[in-house]
Every structure is written in structure tokens, then in C-alpha cells.
């Protein structure tokens, strides 16, 4: 799920004595309205208003807002897909190729056989 604990979050307002409210401001992740979610802490828990705040790995926060929340609490497809090609006889994740070869990577074509209408050729 990575929705932020109320765990960190205690351990956030502890970290920011000097904020009453912690705030996240940013676009939802599913349909990418602007989105401020607030945590206030109360005599009775500490309240989140505006949205939901996940944060899957420490530091990398990300925002739902209500809707998108109660139509889905799971969030998806938030991690890069690691891409590996042929570079220079070697294959290596694309991302960690020199922009030269990133550039030339983007004018590769892809070609499917089955849709051939000569015939097969091999
Ligand atoms: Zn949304």
C-alpha cells in the first residue's frame, strides 16, 4: 500500500518541533490534480486532510487526492521500469548509457516479423 505511517509521521512532526502542520503539495499520482494534504495533530490522533501521502521508499513522498484515494488505496506503477539494450556488443540498463547513445537509443525501431507480408524470410 506505502501509505505513510502514522509511525513516521510521528517521527516527522518530531523532526519539525517548529511546524504545528505538515503539508505535501503536488499532483495526484492517478489523475494528476493539484493536490495539498495536511497532517494536524489533535488531542484525538492526528487528523490528514486534502488527500493521502505514500512515501514507498524514505524521502520519495507521493500524492493522491481524495477521490483517486477511495477508488484505488493502492498505489501503482510509481517505479521506473528498468530498460536493458545492446550498446557496443554489451547489454546494459539504457539509463546508465552516455546521452549520445541514450539519443541514438530513441531512433531505434522496432520491427515485428509477424506482420510481414512478403513472406518469411529466413
Ligand atoms: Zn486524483
Known amino acids: 500500500m506505502h ?4 509511525q ?4 516527522l512532526f518530531e523532526a519539525h518541533p ?10 495526484c499520482h492517478d489523475c494528476q490534480a493539484k493536490v495539498e494534504v495536511t497532517a494536524t ?9 486534502g488527500g493521502a501521502v505514500y512515501e514507498p521508499t ?8 481524495d477521490a483517486c484515494h477511495r477508488k484505488d488505496p493502492v498505489l501503482r506503477n510509481f517505479q521506473a521500469c528498468e530498460v536493458y539494450s545492446r550498446v557496443v556488443g554489451y ?14 537509443f530513441s531512433l531505434r ?3 515485428d516479423r509477424s506482420l510481414s507480408v512478403a ?3 529466413s
Do not use: Y
Not at 501509505?3 to 502514522?6: F, Q
Not at 495533530?41 to 486532510?49: E, R, W
Not at 524514505?58 to 487526492?65: A, D, I, S, V
Not at 540498463?93 to 541514438?104: H, R
Open 41 to 49: 495533530p489533535q488531542s484525538d490522533g492526528i487528523h490528514i486532510s
Open 91 to 104: 547489454l546494459r540498463p539504457v539509463a546508465q548509457w552516455n546521452d549520445g547513445k541514450q539519443a541514438e
Open 8 to 11: 513516521r509521521l510521528c517521527d
Open 109 to 111: 525501431k522496432t520491427f
Open 58 to 65: 524514505e524521502g520519495r513522498f507521493f500524492l493522491k487526492c
Open 18 to 27: 517548529d511546524q504545528p502542520t505538515l503539508s505535501w503539495s503536488g499532483r
Open 3 to 6: 501509505l505513510m505511517s502514522a
Open 119 to 121: 513472406g518469411d524470410l
